[in-house]
C-alpha cells in the first residue's frame, strides 16, 4: 500500500480518486448466494463453526476441558491489564478485577475456541500452525521445526488462547475439518460444494478464476496512483517527471506537500509507502522517506504499509 508514479497518455483522464476499472473484476462474475448454507459448511459442520464463536450454547465438558474461573493465572492477568489500560472504564480495585475476570471467564467459556481437545491441537500441529511451539525462528535460517519434535498439550494452546492473537479463522477450519473426518462428518456444503456461491451459468467460476487485471494505458504523461486500494489517480496528467514533482512540491498542497528534491527522488524511484515509522523519526510519509533515504536504508516493499 502506498504511492506509486505510472506512465500514462497526456490526454488520459479517468477521474481522480477513482479505482482504475481495470483493477476490479466485473460485476457479471458474481454468483449467487448458495441458498442451503452460509459459507460453505455442511450444517454439521456450520454447528461447529458456531460453537468455536460462541453463537450457539458452548459446554467446556464437551472436549474433556475444565471451565475457566475468575481465578485462573492467565484470567486475572487479563484482567489486571485491562483495569490498568482502562480504569475509567472497568474501575479500579479488587473489586473491579474481580468483575473483570469473572466476565471474561464467562466470556471464554462460551466458546470452543478456548477449550480444544488434544485431537484437536493434533490437527493443528499435523497442519503446522503452532510454530510458537513447535518451531524455533532465527533472523538467519527463519522458522525451523525443533528436534526432536514438540507435542504441546491442549492446556498450553487453550491457555495461549486467552492472550495475545490466539487462534485464526485458519485454524478454526483446520480444528472443523478435521473433527468432521473423524466423526465421519461431510465438511462441505452438498448444495455448492463447499463455495457458499451457485453459478449463474455454466462455466462462470472458471472465467472469474482466469480473470486478470490490467493496467491503465502506457504514454508520456507522468500522473501519481495511490495503492490503498487497488490503485486510483491522485493527480492530475503533467508532461514531464518535472512537472508532477512540482505539484507534488507545491505548498498549497498543505500536508500532504513534500519537499522537491524528495519528490524528485521519489519520482526516479516509482513507489514509496504510505508511510514509515522508525524510532528516530516517527511516523512520516512515505514519500519524504524514500526521497531523503539511500537504496539502503529505503523499506521493503512487501513488508511496509
Not at 505510472?6 to 448466494?33: I, M, S
Not at 492477568?77 to 478485577?97: K, N
Not at 493434533?122 to 525462528?137: G, K, M, N, Q, W
Request: a negative charge; glycine letters at 8%; one cysteine or more.
Amino acid at each position: 500500500m502506498g504511492r506509486e508514479v505510472h506512465r500514462v497518455p497526456l490526454g488520459f483522464n479517468w477521474p481522480l480518486n477513482k479505482v482504475w476499472e481495470g483493477f476490479l473484476k466485473p460485476d457479471h462474475f458474481g454468483e449467487d448466494q448458495c441458498p442451503d448454507c452460509k459459507i460453505g459448511y455442511s450444517p454439521q459442520a456450520q454447528n461447529l463453526y458456531d460453537l468455536w464463536y460462541g453463537k450457539l450454547p458452548f459446554d467446556p465438558a464437551s472436549t474433556g476441558s475444565a471451565p475457566w474461573r475468575h481465578d485462573t493465572l492467565a484470567v486475572r492477568a487479563l484482567a489486571e491489564r485491562h483495569i490498568r489500560s482502562a480504569p475509567e472504564f472497568y474501575g479500579t480495585g479488587e473489586t473491579a478485577t474481580a468483575r473483570e475476570a469473572q466476565r471474561l471467564a464467562d466470556l471464554f467459556n462460551q466458546q470452543w475456541s478456548h477449550h480444544l481437545s488434544q485431537d484437536d491441537i493434533d490437527a493443528l500441529i499435523a497442519a503446522e500452525r503452532l510454530h510458537d511451539f513447535t518451531h524455533t525462528r532465527s533472523r538467519e535460517e527463519g522458522w525451523q521445526k525443533i528436534d526432536p519434535p514438540v507435542r504441546p498439550t491442549a492446556e498450553q494452546i487453550n491457555e495461549w488462547s486467552l492472550t495475545g492473537f490466539g487462534h485464526d479463522g485458519i485454524n478454526a477450519h483446520v480444528v472443523i475439518e478435521a473433527r468432521c473426518e473423524r466423526e465421519g462428518i461431510e465438511t462441505r456444503c452438498p448444495t455448492c460444494k463447499g463455495h457458499s456461491s451457485l453459478e449463474r451459468y455454466e462455466g462462470q467460476r472458471a472465467e472469474a478464476e482466469a480473470w486478470e487485471p490490467t493496467n491503465p494505458p502506457k504514454g508520456e504523461g507522468w500522473q501519481l496512483w495511490e495503492t490503498v486500494s487497488e490503485g486510483s489517480p491522485i493527480s492530475p496528467v503533467f508532461a514531464s517527471a518535472d512537472e508532477l514533482a512540482g505539484w507534488m512540491s507545491d505548498p498549497a498542497r498543505g500536508h500532504r506537500w513534500v519537499p522537491p528534491a524528495a519528490a524528485a527522488k521519489f519520482i526516479a524511484e516509482g513507489w514509496a509507502p504510505s508511510f514509515v515509522s522508525t524510532a528516530s523519526t516517527g511516523v512520516v510519509s512515505g514519500v519524504e522517506w524514500v526521497g531523503h533515504h539511500t537504496d539502503d536504508e529505503r523499506p521493503d516493499r512487501s513488508a511496509t504499509s
